[in-house]
């Protein structure tokens, strides 16, 4: 049984045959990382076993000392430690994000971490890997989310833009995959006019480009010496972290349009309370029906769910005949800090 040596503990899911813990929310002595976002990747960690993108982006995020010992273990390359196998698959979701899969005892275990199925140039396509468990989120795990084509919603911007050229044109997007998935649906979109970016995002844009994500030029803001709006900022597109429109920041964009990219952007209400003018329905999370598609796809002989909506998921998968079960685990957003 695998819920005998994979189970919830206080700091994280834990793996007993290897005396670790998958994303675990405070520091312990061995932990498997499946991506770079907060919620998911702390430091502090003795050692840690990640994707090597995802241990780049942990330090840039909080400086190369994050860990002693850190282990990289790329997508397709396999670890063994005992009668224990550690894999790596693409989870689709943001740079170097992956699926964790456990092979011990003749059964595999699969933890996904965050995953989407949707189209981002910015990422390896999720991988389906066959499993005994495996281990979803569920984000947006209601029948009522259903995330549109990407292109659709960057058509939508345009045509704002279109409508509003005296403007510029503020996107809030969170610094880690998002702001680079936007931009790089501009570029397919064929905008190749210079984007301006917000310094929060540079680090990070400029290590997609080391990666081979190209975003074409990216500027930053112009100095205004005196304060106020920019003129020459009109009609262009500016990036940037979605607090920063409340900050004294935004005040040297000339009448922006406020856009903010988002799965969350499906709910009017929420769009409404941060001003939102477009909405842009961009989530890097699988939708209602891609999580269902998934769980057919990798077709597991138990599904175990966290990380947001389980109930619907849970009464749905029941429904089909399936075997699942939430996965109590503490310290998970929902996925509003620094994703969605
Ligand atoms: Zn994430
Ligand atoms: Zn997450």
Known sequence: MISEWAYPRPEGLYIAPLDAYIDPVRPVARALITHGHADHARAGHGQVIATSQ?????GLRYGTDFTE???ALDYGQMRS????????????HVLGSAQIVIDYQGKRL??????????DPTVTPFEVVPCDVFITEATFGLPVFTHPDPMAEIEKLQNTRALFPHRSCFIGAYALGKAQRVISLLRLSGYDA???IHGALRALCDYYETQAVALG??????EKPRGGANKELAGQIIIGPPSAIGSPWANRLPDPIICFASGWMQVKARARQRSVEVPLILSDHADW??????????????????????????YHLAKQGRDAKALAMVGFERAEGDEG
């Open 194 to 196: 210079p984007i301006y």
């Open 81 to 92: 430690e005992g009668a224990v196998q550690i894999t790596m698959a693409s989870a689709g």
């Open 69 to 71: 010992n850190a282990i």
């Open 217 to 222: 030029t990216l500027l930053p803001l112009p």
């Open 289 to 314: 029906t891609d999580i269902l598609q998934t769980i057919e796809d990798v077709n597991p002989s138990e599904v175990w769910v966290t990380h947001g909506n389980e109930e619907a998921l849970l």
């Open 54 to 58: 995802t241990l780049d982006i942990m």
């Open 110 to 119: 699969i933890a996904a971490g965050d995953y989407k199925r949707k189209y």
